[in-house]
């Protein structure tokens, strides 16, 4: 198995008003920093809705090869959840977004992409949500989110799968009374083990064999025999 590197990309997005309407119809916020958030907030008058863009190098996968299972994972760094909700996993392949607030030249890009509609799809095609969801009750820092069953044919054979993360809170349009949001590691993160993945199984000539790509690019060097 090779080694990939590349650099992080995960980011979240996240509109703030002191209108709910508005809080969840624009983004006009973006960070990559250390943290990868999903939900909805309200703390002092504003509301504050969050939701996350990651992005795996799946390009090790050979082109002849058929991909026939794929999970994902999120390792919980924070919950600040006082209302339980769920996460919910979408294919979307949003635009690059750069860190930023505001008019910096930047604020329709990254209200597109927050959007999760065509204008910030890099094939111009609105997200879709994957069948499975993870609910927060009962979970807590150090949890894993996973994500199972997804579609096989999204994974990208010759560049990167991209994904997004959205509070079910949000997308039912119910707005906060107080904290609803969890937080989880990036591609950033020191420790790999705590780093978003992506697991793939795919058949190769030889059999099934497994594969973990990481958020930040990087593939184990181990493989996992199927």
């Given at each position: 198995?090779?080694?990939?590197?590349?650099?992080p990309?995960?980011?979240?997005?996240?509109?703030?008003?002191?209108?709910?309407?508005?809080?969840?119809?624009?983004?006009n916020?973006?960070n990559?920093?250390?943290?990868?958030?999903?939900?909805?907030?309200?703390?002092?008058?504003?509301?504050?809705?969050?939701?996350?863009?990651?992005?795996?190098?799946?390009?090790?996968?050979?082109?002849?090869d058929?991909v026939?299972?794929?999970?994902?994972?999120?390792?919980?760094?924070?919950?600040?959840?006082?209302?339980?909700?769920?996460?919910?996993?979408?294919?979307?392949?949003?635009?690059?977004?750069?860190d930023?607030?505001?008019?910096d030249?930047?604020?329709?890009?990254?209200?597109?992409?927050?959007?999760?509609?065509?204008?910030?799809?890099?094939?111009g095609?609105?997200?879709?949500?994957?069948?499975?969801?993870?609910?927060?009750?009962?979970?807590?820092?150090?949890?894993?989110?996973?994500?199972?069953a997804?579609?096989?044919?999204?994974?990208?054979?010759?560049?990167?799968?991209?994904?997004?993360?959205?509070?079910?809170?949000?997308?039912?349009?119910i707005?906060?009374?107080?904290?609803?949001?969890?937080?989880?590691y990036v591609?950033?993160?020191?420790?790999?083990?705590?780093?978003?993945?992506?697991?793939?199984?795919y058949?190769?000539?030889?059999g099934?064999?497994?594969a973990?790509?990481?958020?930040?690019?990087?593939?184990?060097?181990?493989?996992?025999?199927?």
């Amino acid at each position: 198995m090779t080694r990939f590197n590349s650099d992080p990309d995960d980011l979240f997005i996240f509109g703030e008003h002191t209108i709910y309407a508005s809080a969840r119809s624009t983004g006009n916020n973006s960070n990559d920093g250390d943290a990868l958030f999903a939900g909805q907030n309200y703390y002092s008058g504003w509301y504050s809705v969050r939701k996350g863009f990651l992005r795996f190098d799946t390009s090790a996968i050979p082109d002849a090869d058929t991909v026939t299972a794929v999970s994902l994972g999120l390792t919980c760094s924070q919950d600040s959840s006082d209302t339980d909700f769920s996460v919910y996993l979408y294919k979307y392949d949003w635009k690059e977004v750069p860190d930023g607030s505001g008019a910096d030249g930047n604020e329709v890009l990254r209200d597109d992409v927050f959007d999760m509609g065509v204008a910030g799809s890099r094939s111009g095609v609105a997200a879709v949500k994957e069948t499975a969801e993870v609910g927060t009750a009962g979970k807590s820092q150090y949890n894993v989110y996973e994500f199972t069953a997804l579609d096989t044919t999204w994974v990208a054979k010759t560049g990167w799968t991209y994904y997004a993360i959205r509070s079910s809170r949000d997308v039912d349009n119910i707005a906060p009374t107080g904290a609803e949001y969890v937080v989880f590691y990036v591609g950033e993160t020191t420790i790999e083990a705590y780093r978003p993945y992506l697991d793939v199984t795919y058949s190769t000539a030889s059999g099934s064999q497994s594969a973990r790509f990481y958020a930040d690019g990087v593939i184990s060097p181990v493989p996992f025999n199927g």
